[in-house]
């Protein structure tokens, strides 16, 4: 039987964080932020809020209008996230927990800005063969807590949020009709925080030399961006016998709002067919598909039938894509 997305949800910080607070902390104008990255505003979680927080309040927030029988047959709950609570044990445990799951398998996924794809992907693949069972995916990241609040090129694009789904089995022609995933480890510098694991410890050194802070080589993974977008989406229409005219609505991971208009533009993409949240919320990582897909279903509801592409990169480098026909 399909597996497709039957409920969303999302929850982002209520501290709005403008581009006049990140030219103070950078020195660059508010002029140069919104012509370079087109975000102008983005959220922050408060000091005493983690990750967890934030993806419990997003996952309510899709159980909220389903029945109970759904939450009584959850056989999985996956969180992606490259910012947990911390290194042990999963963020998804606290999840579990603050949701009353007892005994659903329950772990994280890190794929950077990808996590949630790899998520779905997953949950879909384990949910086959269950038909009388949901899945619960969870993207939550807090990157204001690792960022260099110096370095303009970073701090202006992020911001904290969650968003999530649950997936449950569909009619026949709906739900995802093909996904696909690809990584290249031989990139994984372009994006990373160095400090902090078993290679490089977080100590004084690395505290005093900022190895502890998110890195970006912005340059490269757009380049990445540009080209590894383009390829995976086509092979993924391609499994399907698609064409990207046939798309109804897209939800890529917002990277910025400046590359988002430019890959339309490369693709011939009608800028009404392309979701945005990264002017107001900059880019939530694996927030972003799941919070993106939400917003527009509020935005403008899904309708029947509608055939939507979402579509990541991420660190790694990391990218995926799935088609769904909305049900």
Not at 5 to 12: A, D, E, M, R, Y
Not at 45 to 59: Q, V
């Amino acid at each position: 039987m399909p597996v497709g997305v039957i409920s969303i949800g999302s929850h982002v910080p209520p501290r709005v964080v403008t581009n006049r607070e990140i030219a103070a902390w950078t020195g660059a104008t508010e002029e140069w932020l919104a012509e370079r990255t087109g975000v102008v505003e983005r959220r922050y979680a408060a000091d005493e809020d983690a990750t967890s927080d934030l993806a419990t309040l997003a996952a309510q927030d899709a159980l909220a209008d389903l029945e109970p029988r759904v939450r009584k047959r959850l056989a999985l709950l996956v969180v992606a996230t490259c910012t947990p609570d911390h290194p042990q044990p999963a963020t998804a445990a606290l999840v579990q927990d603050r949701l009353g799951l007892t005994d659903v398998p329950a772990f994280d996924v890190n794929a950077v800005c990808s996590g949630f794809l790899y998520a779905l992907t997953i949950t879909e693949a384990m949910l086959k063969e269950r038909p009388d069972a949901y899945g619960l995916i969870v993207g939550a990241d807090i990157f204001s807590r690792i960022m260099d609040r110096r370095d303009r090129r970073t701090v202006s694009l992020f911001g904290d949020g969650a968003g999530a789904v649950v997936l449950g089995h569909v009619p026949d022609g709906y739900g995802i009709l093909a996904s696909r995933l690809r990584s290249d480890g031989t990139l994984h510098h372009l994006v990373g925080v160095e400090a902090g694991g078993t290679r490089s410890r977080l100590d004084e050194d690395a505290l005093a030399a900022g190895r502890h802070l998110f890195q970006m080589d912005g340059r490269q993974v757009r380049e990445y961006a540009m080209t590894t977008l383009e390829r995976i989406i086509e092979e993924t229409l391609a499994d399907c016998g698609m064409k990207i005219d046939e798309v109804d609505r897209f939800v890529f991971h917002q990277a910025n709002t400046r590359l988002l208009e430019s890959f339309a533009a490369t693709l011939g993409i009608d800028s009404a067919r392309v979701a945005l949240t990264a002017p107001h919320l900059g880019n939530t990582a694996a927030a972003s598909v799941p919070l993106t897909l939400h917003h527009a279903h509020r935005t403008q509801p899904l309708r029947r039938g509608e055939l939507l592409l979402f579509a990541s990169i991420g660190g790694g480098m990391t990218a995926g894509c799935a088609l769904t026909r909305w049900y």
